[in-house]
């Protein structure tokens, strides 16, 4: 795999895009218009624009201004998923490496260089694995599948340099606990998923600072009269966020409008767990022989069963279906695939929000959801 490199040059050029729905926290303000400079967003206004010179202006036609989508959990190649992703409102990603050996996880973040094409941008890393469940594996290799080894991973996030922000962890797996303990320290989120734990487990693992969930619902222990699993820890847990695959597909509508009731909407956060950016070689060793269909990629099982092993959402359509399935707001719904996601990684203070000083991380769509612009740090790196 050879190295990517990054056009990381900023646009000189002050951009201003009126006639603009402001999504601004929980408000949306109508007939708005946002200057941009220095790749910052640098004034916020209402009624009409200001004339400004060597300003580049875009008209939003009365179409919504938000802050530009993070997704945590992705997969494929790196350049694919910038410049795919960057079509439906994403301006950063973590790109999220399925379980392997941790000598393949090593080699993976050694080649990794933080700078990619003209697109959404890579934040870090998500590692899927490997200290993950055989009995709740999905579409992962199980050959791969180990109890957590404290001093290899310790070793591992070294030579990474900071560039991993997410592990997904079973808790139920012998030194499980110690490995959160550890994360929490160095910063790293640590993600209750592929599991089969019991509640108390999963309780356990929140006290000790699990505080965040890998695709809620799909992979973890559920819920039955006399064994609540993990399902049961997440929705009644206010510490922890929820990461939700919302195609609709991997999780079914009215499981959805669960957890919209269950958790405070500022505690769910939308991801696209998108393979559309993987090529069929890495395809097939996630999967085997497999079919996409639907919004999703299908593993063959016995016979002519199924095992969902990925989507082919995007973040936008995730929101839209928040909006039109759940009955969130337009405002929430877009909270959850900017600022909540941007709150789970530490950059809430930078990226996430429409305000002064924040980075300009920037989606403008239409009524229909359909996405108009995406500005990545007050660049252009999509424009219909």
Known sequence: MKKQKINSGR???AILIHNACLIIGNRITGNSWILIKDAKIF??????KPVLKNTMYIDARSGYVAPGFIDLHIHGNLSKISKIQAKSGTTGFLLSLHTRSLNQFSKSLSEFQDTLPKGARCLGFHLEGPFISKKMAGAQPKRFMIDPDIQAIRSLIKKAEKKIKIITIAPEL?????LIKMLKKDKIVAAIGHTDASIEQAKMAIDNGCLYTTHVFNRMSGISSRNPGVI???L????ISAEVIADAYHVHPDN???LVKCKPQDKIVLVSDSVAAMDSRSLKVIAGVYRMENLALNRTGSGSRYTIAGSK??????VKNMVYLCGVSIANAVKMASLNPARVIGLDRKKGRIANGYDADIVIFDKDFQCKATITAGEIIFRR
């Open 232 to 234: 049961t820890q997440v």
């Open 43 to 48: 004034r916020i206004g209402y009624g009409a």
């Open 174 to 178: 012998k030194n499980s606990i110690a």
């Open 313 to 318: 959402l995007n973040m936008l359509q995730a």
């Open 236 to 239: 009644l847990d206010n510490r």
């Open 11 to 13: 646009c000189t050029q």
């Open 256 to 258: 959805l409008r669960l």
